[in-house]
Every structure is written in structure tokens, then in C-alpha cells.
């Protein structure tokens, strides 16, 4: 039985991952800020929750009492703004969350981690590209995939691997927040608004949460 650790485990592409991990018998515990969401991930599984922010040094150290075998950095976000209505405070933000707190996640990981240990930064094709009102999201998300290139090369002798995956669009809380500032700003309704931030997408439309964590 693997123990596995899921950040930002209370929704999204997190609770799908860790829902996963639980569905095939390993020994999850996921945090995240909001103890009610993390309640609602374990909601007919076997998982710990563990209440922590990982922007948080101390707190994300306490998390590693025990060492993981995976661990999952997922947490992240960020608003969707033109670069010159994004706020010192919401880029800062964004880049605690989503980079910082990766950084955080995956140094207490490798404390304790053995060979065959397993680090995963959930990341976007934000990490791979820019666009339009995300600037302050796609610069931490490029970070996130330049830090896990170069974990990856300083832990692959120790039998470590290190990886990110880059989903495009998924049907998460971000997506939907996405979804109502276009319906808001340009009137549209949510089909054609949900159709807009799809496009990017290959499929057409938005990837389910299941899917990443498959």
C-alpha cells in the first residue's frame, strides 16, 4: 500500500486524484485551507485531512510527519485579469499558491522519500504557453514546470521521479469562475461562455476531473 499526499485535495482535479488513489486502496491523506471541503473529498472513502495552506513554510512541514511514497502538488489558482488590472496582491498570491507552494510541497517530500518515490506537480498548458489575461497565472505555472525539470534531474539517480501534467481547460471551480466572468463581462449565455474556454481544448469541450486523474 502506497501512501500518497494530494494537495489542494478539497476540489477539482485534487479531490478527483484523490478519490483515485482511495478507489485503488492506497493510503491517502489530502490537505487544503477549508477543512469543509476536505470533508466532502472523503465523503465515502478511507482518507486522513489534514487543514493546511500550503504557502505556509511550518505548515506544509508538519504535513511530512511520515514520508510519502507520491505526493501531488496541486494546489494552485489564480484570477483571470488583463496584466495592467492585476493587482500586486493577486500576482503575489498566485505565485505563493501555485509556485511557492510547490517548491514547499515537493522539499519536505524529499526529507524522507525513497527509491521508487514519486513527485507530481499538477500543472497546465498555461506552463507551456501564454494567453490573454492569465499572466500572472501562465508565469507561475512556467515556473512550476521549470522547477520539476529540474527536481527531475537532481533526484533521478536517487530512483525518484519527478513530473508535471499539463491538462488543458478541466470542469473545476477555476474553470466555472472562467465561465461566469465571460457571462458576466460579455453577456453571454453559459454555453457559449463555457464554449470560449474550451477552445483551446482539442476535444471541444472541457476535460473531466476523472480524466486527469487517470
Known sequence: ????????????????IARAFAAA????????????????????????????????????????????????ANAGGGPAAKLRDTTLT?????????????????????????????????ASTASLKGGAQIAAYASAKHGVLGLVRSVAQEVAKQGITCNAICPGFVDTPLAQGAIEGLMAK???DRAKAEAMVASGNPIGGLIRPDEVAS
Request: aromatic share 6%; charged share 20%; glycine share 12%.
Open 1 to 16: 500500500m502506497r501512501r500518497v499526499l494530494v494537495t489542494g485535495g478539497g476540489s477539482g482535479i485534487g479531490r478527483a
Open 186 to 188: 460579455k453577456g453571454l
Open 25 to 72: 486502496g492506497d493510503d491517502v491523506t489530502i490537505c487544503g485551507r477549508r477543512l469543509d471541503a476536505l470533508q466532502e473529498t472523503a465523503d465515502g472513502f478511507t482518507m486522513s485531512l489534514r487543514q493546511a495552506d500550503v504557502t505556509d513554510e511550518s505548515q506544509v512541514a508538519a504535513l511530512f510527519d511520515q514520508p510519502y511514497d507520491v505526493v501531488i
Open 90 to 122: 493577486q500576482w503575489n498570491d498566485t505565485l505563493a499558491v501555485t509556485l511557492t507552494g510547490t517548491f514547499l510541497t515537493f522539499r519536505a517530500a524529499l526529507n524522507g522519500m525513497q527509491t521508487g518515490g514519486r513527485l507530481i506537480a499538477i
